[in-house]
């Protein structure tokens, strides 16, 4: 989950992904589970390699009664160049680069881009992993074909594996995760809704519905939080420059140095698709 120290805001999972590489093979009418089961393979295959692209997202988080709405947009330059912006409905916002393991970050409180060491940096998720959850579908269903973005797109819902993702999860993880938090990952639900062109495989559309744990292992404190997630994908393989942000005057007669700050264990704001 994601985390701040500044104003308060959380960021939560928002959006960054990154897409692309034209397949010549038109999609067909898909009328079955292993039929979508090989459109979301090759979506997955299509989208993670591309070179370029923007995105718009909302995600809505509802805990103990409270709802908090994020906005989202970026774009992304490969190999490793992201830019977004995250804020709520309270005016706080957050804007940060990432070059390779290096970020920027602005906030609401900031004048400009800061220099000098901080306690917030920020960690996009590469694409990649974004999307290895669509390798855990199940229950497949046809919807009506739409158009995202004038762009025609096969239009289908699924549900995840949430058994076989934690049992993943379990297996990679560095350390044995605790039963209890195992448990409740059992206990979670995620449904995704895809719109992938037809003639592309790129996907233009996912929303994203999940119950998700949030467990405080200090605490031992359990609660569950619906998430929404609605993320539109746009301009693939557009040119789009990507660069350290220049200082702006500091008020004191200079520009303020930028330093990126590497990742390390402090605060970070950590943003994805959900």
């Known amino acids: 989950m994601a985390s701040s120290n500044g104003n308060g805001m959380n960021v939560g999972k928002c959006v960054i992904t990154g897409w692309a590489f034209f397949l010549t093979m038109a999609l067909s009418t898909c009328s079955s589970g292993s039929d979508l089961q090989e459109v979301t393979r090759k979506a997955v295959v299509a989208t993670t390699a591309a070179q370029s692209y923007r995105d718009t997202g909302t995600t809505s988080r509802t805990s103990a009664g409270d709802t908090v709405t994020l ?9 490793d160049r992201y830019r977004v912006k995250v804020r709520n409905d309270t005016g706080s916002w957050y804007e940060c680069v990432q070059i390779g393991d290096q970020s920027y970050v602005l906030t609401a409180d900031d ?5 000098g ?12 992993e974004e999307l290895e959850v669509l390798s855990h579908l ?29 049992a993943k999860w379990e297996a990679e993880a560095e350390y044995p995760p605790p039963p209890e938090v195992l448990n409740l990952m059992q206990g979670q639900s995620m449904g995704i809704e895809l719109w992938v062109g037809k003639d592309d495989y790129l996907v233009r559309q996912m929303k994203t519905e999940a119950r998700l744990p949030d467990y405080d292992l200090v605490t031992g404190q359990e609660r569950w939080v619906n998430q929404n ?26 520009p303020s140095a930028i330093i990126g700050f590497r990742h390390s264990p402090d605060t970070r704001i950590v943003l994805g698709s959900f």
């Open 229 to 254: 997630t609605t993320t539109r994908f746009y301009d693939f393989n557009e040119p789009i420059a990507i660069e350290p942000p220049a200082p702006e005057p500091s008020g004191l007669g200079a």
């Open 117 to 128: 060491k901080r306690g917030v940096s920020c960690v996009v998720l590469p694409i990649a």
């Open 71 to 79: 906005y989202a947009e970026g774009e992304y330059a490969a190999p």
């Open 138 to 166: 199940v229950d497949f269903e046809v919807l009506p074909d739409q158009q995202i973005g004038g762009v025609d797109c096969v239009h289908y819902r699924a549900n995840v594996d949430v058994e076989a993702l934690a």
């Open 111 to 115: 004048a400009d881009w800061p220099g």
